[in-house]
């Protein structure tokens, strides 16, 4: 099965708040989630795993960090911006790092693209980011399996794609605070999603075996 990871910052273990002087913390923490989700993706049985970037300049995963069986694509501009990459050849996506969309309460750094953006809808559906990239992922006939993110993100999550799997791993107490899950947790959780998530699709595309009576 080939599987891909989305990784955005304002859902990730152990951040609050944007702050520059957090940014090599903030790469390390995002490239530690994408490859907790993919060792989970892994021991499903996955047989590929890319990664894509969905937050500011798009450069934020670390390669001497990262999972050497990942592949990634990093930077911006590129096709359907979060989303990158994503193509019909991929089974299923799993989204890390994710946050509620702007004016949410209690989301921690809840906002939809850029600060001027307040509500963005689809057919009369309000969505924030996690609903615009799963709608992309959906364009290319991919369904999304898990997300990670704060509580916020994650009831979102609930409430626009149904029974997909979620890992909160902080909850909001205001725009830029927020009670978290101690970090090492937060990963193990991420990988058990996964390989959940990975399992059930697996499950779910396997052909019935039909039995003569």
Excluded at 92 to 100: D, E, K, R, T
Excluded at 131 to 137: E, F, Q, R, V, Y
Excluded at 146 to 160: F, N, T
Excluded at 165 to 193: L, Y
Aim: glycine fraction near 12%; hydrophobic fraction near 40%.
């Amino acid at each position: 099965m080939k599987t891909f990871i989305a990784a955005d910052m304002e859902g990730l273990a152990g951040l609050v708040t944007w702050d520059s002087a957090d940014t090599d913390l903030m790469r390390r923490l995002m490239t530690e989630e994408i490859n907790a989700a993919a060792r989970g993706a892994f021991a499903a049985g996955a047989g590929e795993v890319f990664a894509g970037e969905s937050h500011g300049n798009m450069r934020n995963i670390r390669p001497d960090l990262l999972d050497p069986r990942v592949g990634y694509l990093s930077g911006q501009p590129k096709p359907m911006n979060h989303m990158g990459g994503v193509d019909g050849s991929f089974q299923l996506a799993l989204f890390v790092g994710y946050h509620a969309r702007a004016g949410t309460l209690r989301g921690n750094m809840a906002h939809t693209y850029a600060g001027h953006i307040f509500s963005l809808s689809f057919n009369g559906i309000e969505v924030g980011e996690i609903g615009a990239d799963a709608a992309l992922c959906g364009s290319q006939g991919v369904p999304v399996g898990l997300v990670s993110g704060d509580r916020a993100a994650c009831e979102e999550a609930k409430a626009l794609l149904g029974s997909v799997r979620t890992v909160a791993v902080k909850e909001g107490v205001s725009h830029t605070a927020a009670g978290c899950m101690p970090v090492n947790q937060a990963h193990e959780a991420i990988e058990a999603a996964a390989r959940e998530a990975v399992q059930h699709m697996a499950r779910s595309s396997s052909p019935s075996v039909s039995r003569d009576r």
